[in-house]
């Protein structure tokens, strides 16, 4: 499945995307919205939204929860680093009121076995619904180390190797259990490095039978 990941101040076109994709994540760090704009998204459509700020930090998590609670979305995507004695009450209230999250580590070395030991016990802090990790760009031969971490969090894993030279892992993770990829709507939209476009993933999910 893909999930389309729009980062764009354009909140007609927004509201449209919700007609064409079962999931849409709002980039919130990059579209900047008002978020009583958000408010305008009919209830039926808000339940496919997955809502990502990477400008939350400890002093507006609160407020960025009570308005995901709010709103209803589907998920929320949060840095798993947030989680400590201070934020894990507010992060949990999420999951009781009905709105997944998601806990991510983004520029994770797959080289350094050390950092990714610490980085998989940090996901044990809080029950989650998704975990996401995105790798760093690397050679090809850690390739085997990428498919190896989806034995530890089974299809729970959302995960992929940035950079154009791995943009595949973005449709091997769906091989391996991921429930969803990241999309852009096209090369001037992506929110992501090597993301691949609502084009390439049509293209390659049809030659490869997904």
Known sequence: MKC????????????????????????????????????????????????????????????????AIELKVMAVDLDVEFINPKTIESVS?????????????????LSQKAELEKVFSMFDQV?????????????????????????????????????DTMKFTRMLSLVLGSPFTYVALDETAKTGDGQLTIDEYDTLSKVMGL
Do not use: M, W
Not at 37 to 53: C, V
Not at 131 to 160: A, G, M, N, P, W
């Open 127 to 163: 029950e989650c619904d998704y975990i996401k990790i995105v790798y760093t760009e690397c050679e090809r031969k850690y390739i085997v180390d990428y498919i190896s971490t989806f034995k530890l969090f089974q299809h729970k894993l959302i995960s992929f190797i940035a950079g």
């Open 4 to 67: 389309l990941s729009y980062g764009k101040n354009d909140p007609d076109l927004f509201l449209n995307l919700f007609e064409r994709f079962s999931l849409v994540e709002l980039r919130q760090d990059l579209a900047h919205f008002n978020y009583e704009q958000l408010n305008s998204i009919p209830n039926e459509y808000r339940r496919k939204l997955i809502l990502t700020d990477k400008s939350v930090d400890e002093t507006n998590l609160k407020d960025f929860v009570d308005k």
């Open 93 to 109: 209230k999420l999951r009781s009121n009905e709105v997944q999250l998601i806990l991510s580590k983004h520029d994770v070395d």
